[in-house]
């Protein structure tokens, strides 16, 4: 088993495909078809199954995964250790974003990566929460923020947003973010609203609870840019962040109030795996992600409440 080994199966687990693997690696496929054959052999295990859209990993090749994942860390912390702290960092980084962080802090984070180390590859990857969690106890991504996670003992978190949830409309509905609505007078409206599922949905069904009222969810969607699509249409009003729509709010496409008695927010969290060292880059992926945020907020982009910055023994520059 050797380094060569360990970086072609990384690579092939990322992309499914032997072909793919090979085109990034510049190495030819049979070459890289032989490392994963001699790396199975020395195992004893099947690491990929086989079929017609590609390689797959297996429930071994996944725990063999999570090893080579930290083994290639822990050889580009040794190469960024020998380097000068001022020497741009190289290499991939995986960021993990809910899709409605994403859309707001996808800019400022890459153009913070080509600034400050324009040799290192961002990878943003954007899904809900819950999925964000698995994937970063399984070591398929580096980092994450994360909405209202349960505490989780193999994931150390940093508080980094109170983030306040606003009622949409149309423009018809006439509403003003400098005009707060109380939280029963949704009794009785068309409401679009993401899924039971969805961790928008809890907290808005306990603010109902808490206001003494019943909720008339007419349509569910997860996707908030389909609920956006439906308000537009006229049919019916959702509850979202006011940030990553804060450009149509302000066009007039759309009008947005703050809820009272109770307010609706959500807490985000900046999370990295509690089991092995975070990496340089994933720290200045961290440091940029607050920044960004501090940004926006203080700005009035992205209303809520800053929770403080991350300690800087675990996020820095």
Request: charged content about 20%; proline content about 8%.
């Amino acid at each position: 088993m050797d380094i060569a080994q360990l970086r072609t199966l990384v690579v092939v687990a990322e992309l499914g495909s032997l072909s793919k693997a090979a085109d990034r690696l510049r190495i030819a496929q049979p070459a890289l078809s032989r490392q994963v054959r001699m790396l199975e052999e020395e195992l004893g295990v099947a690491l990929f199954s086989r079929h017609g859209r590609g390689m797959a990993l297996t429930e071994k090749g996944r725990d063999v995964l999570k090893h080579a994942s930290r083994i290639e860390t822990e050889l580009d912390e040794i190469r960024a250790g020998a380097a000068d702290l001022n020497t741009p960092l190289t290499g991939q980084i995986a960021i993990g974003l809910p899709p409605t962080v994403a859309d707001i802090v996808s800019v400022p984070l890459v153009d913070a990566f080509r600034k400050a180390h324009p040799g290192a590859v961002p990878r943003l990857v954007s899904a809900y929460t819950g999925y964000l969690l698995d994937w970063l106890n399984r070591g398929e991504i580096d980092l994450a923020v994360l909405y209202d996670p349960r505490t989780v003992r193999s994931v150390r978190s940093q508080p980094l947003l109170l983030e306040n949830l606003f009622l949409i409309g149309p423009p018809e509905a006439n509403f003003s973010i400098h005009r707060a609505l109380p939280f029963k007078s949704l009794g009785g409206k068309r409401l679009l609203l993401p899924s039971t599922r969805h961790g928008l949905r809890t907290i808005v069904e306990r603010c109902a609870t808490d206001a003494g009222v019943g909720l008339d969810v007419v349509v569910e969607a997860d996707s908030y840019a389909t609920l956006k699509d439906l308000v537009r249409a006229g049919h019916g009003w959702t509850i979202l962040p006011l940030a990553p729509i804060h450009g149509e709010v302000a066009s007039g496409a759309l009008t947005a109030a703050p809820l009272i008695d109770p307010a609706p927010v959500r807490r985000l969290v900046l999370s990295f795996p509690a089991d092995r060292p975070t990496p340089r880059l994933a720290r200045f992926a961290g440091s940029a992600v607050v920044d960004s945020v501090t940004d926006q907020v203080e700005r009035g982009v992205w209303p809520g409440q800053l929770l403080g910055a991350p300690p800087s023994d675990r996020i820095s520059k």
